[in-house]
């Protein structure tokens, strides 16, 4: 058996066939890793592409840099916004209370009208 | 350019893998060319010796590996990675032609006929194993190929077939016994070339 075994060994990985690849698939392979660097390429510049490298793992400290001012921009605009619907509600309290004031006045002049 | 195919001849085949991912062409021609010739032999072995569907084969491995770089496990050498893919392929491919049906007991070894192995091209010995060869099932025979032909240790082999190490050499130690005993029955006159004494 070890005859055998050796002669397998030496044998089996010299073996040639007549065989070889063509060279029109060898360029189909070629076009499609090109293919494959543009398409990379159009994902990098967008949206999403954008997105997976923020995920990345590359430059955290710039990136958690840009989401610390990001978020402080929100909370003020937040505030701003806080601030202004306080104002509005006011304004609008005062309205309401001159609606009122024209309401009644109205239906004071209704009845003068009708019962004089 | 030619720097850069001067630089990937240096690169490991895992690092060829991250280069063709990110559109490295000349990255691509190394693997290519390191692995092109094993990948053809083995598919025409393991898939009955049909050129053009070995051919077809290497061209969709390939595809596979610009397209689906991620699908590589970094756990694996690329080497045993490759060829698990391309065992899994042959596997696929036996199962659509439902070759099992033509397979002759590997059990009964009156099933080896005397066969003419007159060939040019070959020396007789070596086209009456791979004749005999054919025989078996396809995981007697890639786990053949794999030892005799690539050099895979029993390990790397059961990574590659995702068997047990005691199978692949139990498997091996089969299709060599019967390979063995056919060529003596049938073929006395390649006793002395096989080195059969």
Known sequence: MDTFDNFLNS?????QIDLDLDNSSFNQLHYMVNLNATKSEVK????????TDFTSTKFVAAKLAFV???FIMIIGNKENR??????????STHIQNNSYDTIATYNNQLCDSLFN | MNLNLFRNKDLTDEELLISISNGNNDA???????????????????????????????QEIFIKIINKPH???PSMKFSTWIFSVANNMCKNEYRRQDIRKNTINCENPDSFNNEDFSDNNHEPAIKLIFTQLERFDESHKS???LKYREGFSIEEISNI?????????????????????????????????LNLQ
């Open chain 1, 11 to 15: 044998n089996i990985q010299s073996d």
């Open chain 1, 44 to 51: 990098k510049n967008s949206f999403f592409g954008f997105l």
């Open chain 1, 68 to 70: 610390a001012v990001l």
């Open chain 1, 82 to 91: 806080v601030h202004e619907s306080l104002v509005f509600l006011c304004d």
């Open chain 2, 28 to 58: 691509f021609n190394n693997l290519y060319s390191r692995y092109k010739d094993r990948l053809l032999y083995y598919f025409y072995r393991m898939l009955f010796q049909d050129k053009e569907l070995a051919k077809d084969f290497v």
């Open chain 2, 71 to 73: 699908l590589y496990n």
């Open chain 2, 143 to 145: 786990a053949f190929l």
């Open chain 2, 161 to 193: 077939l995702d068997l047990p190490v005691g199978t692949i050499k139990s498997r091996l130690f089969y299709t060599r016994k019967k390979l063995q005993e056919n060529i003596k029955n049938n073929h006395p006159e390649l006793i002395e070339q």
